[in-house]
């Protein structure tokens, strides 16, 4: 199942599953002109965003985030809402030759330093070459605010399937949530230092290592002037938080859940109570591959006053379903009480808020359309058809969006 660990919200994916949810989004993309943004989240990632409230706003609002770290796997087993394997945004950009060879994916890196910007061109062009798959270092943006137009408009018009930004965490989820609108490519992830990795400036801890969650070691003794500071600052925030959550909500470990039945023509979740000694058996658990792309989401919340830990990553994920397709949801008796006991989980706050507000298509166009626009999606650059995906992919069919 999907986890929240400190606040951020975490899909339950593997490795395969993303492949296939990213060919999902490119084909959505294309054919609704809507934009994601992937997050590749890392135990960085979430004490980043403990400490500024914007950059943990935009990752509960990506549509989709990744577990890159074993401490997250860890730390959403001790809540009771275990992730099924860590997903390391290196492995997956490594794949991306290939992915767009076999997929006919068109994808585009921007960032990193110039000579290893070459040599991963060179490198996938020749392991992979028909593969669509072109990298440009771009200039040194020192100021993300402030990117110059013709950096945004280049990528606009490279039109790609999937782009992937180069410039570490936070200023490359900063760098796609500003400017995703205007680049127009319907997939847009941070790969962060992934090309050096490819290239082998970085070298990859052992398997082994990796499992037993050591690989920081690995990679701060090769960087210990940038790294080792970093390391200890998250290991001093990260593992305390963790605890002191886990035993200030040790309740919270059974309660109520929902039990989620995916369906064609509605995806409907209705509360299930789960007592202390029902703790050791788990409900069925519901990937967010198994979820209709098409089907309005139906909460059901009659007679629930608090909800468990499994109970709130299902109504995240669930919420995020249903903002990522741009599906209709309704939700059923939100009473006061639950509102209440929400607020005492780090990501209740941003869920009521979610849930208040207006979930059919027709009123989430009114609503829009009456709000200010507050900078941050601007208008896109005029693009070419954008609502028709690329000429490779006429032939796929687009009735599962959520297929491999």
């Known amino acids: 199942m999907s986890s929240v660990v400190l606040g951020v919200p975490i899909e339950d994916l593997t490795l395969e599953s993303t492949s296939g949810l990213i060919d999902a989004l490119i084909r959505d993309g294309r054919a609704s002109g ?21 950059l943990m706003d935009i990752l509960r609002n990506t549509s989709v985030n990744i577990a890159d770290g074993m401490p997250l796997l860890w730390a959403s087993t001790a809540m009771g809402t275990p992730l099924t394997e860590r997903v390391a945004g290196s492995e997956l950009f490594a794949g991306l030759g290939r992915e767009s060879q076999t997929r006919g994916w068109d994808v ?3 960032g990193g330093a110039p000579d290893v910007a070459e040599r991963t061109r060179a ?9 669509r798959f072109t990298v440009d270092s771009g200039p040194k943006l020192s100021d993300i605010s402030s990117v110059p137009d013709e950096v945004i408009e280049g990528l606009a018009e490279r039109d790609a399937d999937l782009l992937c930004v180069a410039l570490g965490n936070p200023k490359q989820e900063y760098f796609i949530h500003r400017y995703g609108a205007r680049i127009g490519c319907p997939v847009m992830i941070g790969v962060g230092g992934s090309m050096d990795m490819l290239v082998g400036d970085r070298k990859r801890a052992s398997a082994r290592v990796q499992n037993a969650g050591l690989e920081w070691i690995v990679r701060a003794l090769q960087e210990p002037g940038r790294l080792g500071p970093r390391y200890v600052r998250d290991g001093v925030v990260f593992a305390p938080k963790i605890v002191r959550e886990q035993f200030a909500g040790r309740k919270q470990r059974w309660g109520w859940t929902f039990e989620v039945t995916p369906g064609s023509s509605s995806t409907r979740a209705v509360p299930v109570l789960r007592t202390r000694e029902d703790a050791g058996e788990q409900l069925d658990a519901v990937p967010p591959t198994m979820l209709d792309p098409h089907a309005p989401v139906v909460i059901q919340l009659a007679g629930v006053d608090e909800l468990s830990w499994q109970g709130v990553a299902i109504l995240c ?9 741009d599906l209709d949801m309704t939700t059923y008796d939100l009473s006061g009480a639950l509102r209440a006991s929400l607020a005492d ?21 009114t609503h829009d359309d009456s709000s200010e626009n507050d900078g941050m999606n601007e208008t896109p650059i005029e693009r070419n058809d954008m609502s028709t995906p690329k000429t490779q992919r006429d032939s796929v069919a687009t009735d599962n969006l959520d297929g491999t």
Do not use: C, K, Y
């Open 34 to 54: 809507r934009t994601h943004q992937i997050a590749t989240v890392n135990v960085d990632f979430v004490v980043n965003a403990l400490h500024d409230p914007e």
């Open 108 to 110: 585009h890196v921007f």
């Open 123 to 131: 490198m996938i062009a020749d392991q992979f070459p028909n593969a």
């Open 317 to 325: 994920l669930l919420v995020r379903h249903a903002r990522r397709h």
């Open 345 to 365: 989980h780090a990501i209740g706050e941003w869920l009521v808020d979610i849930l208040e507000q207006p979930r059919t298509r027709s009123e989430r166009t």
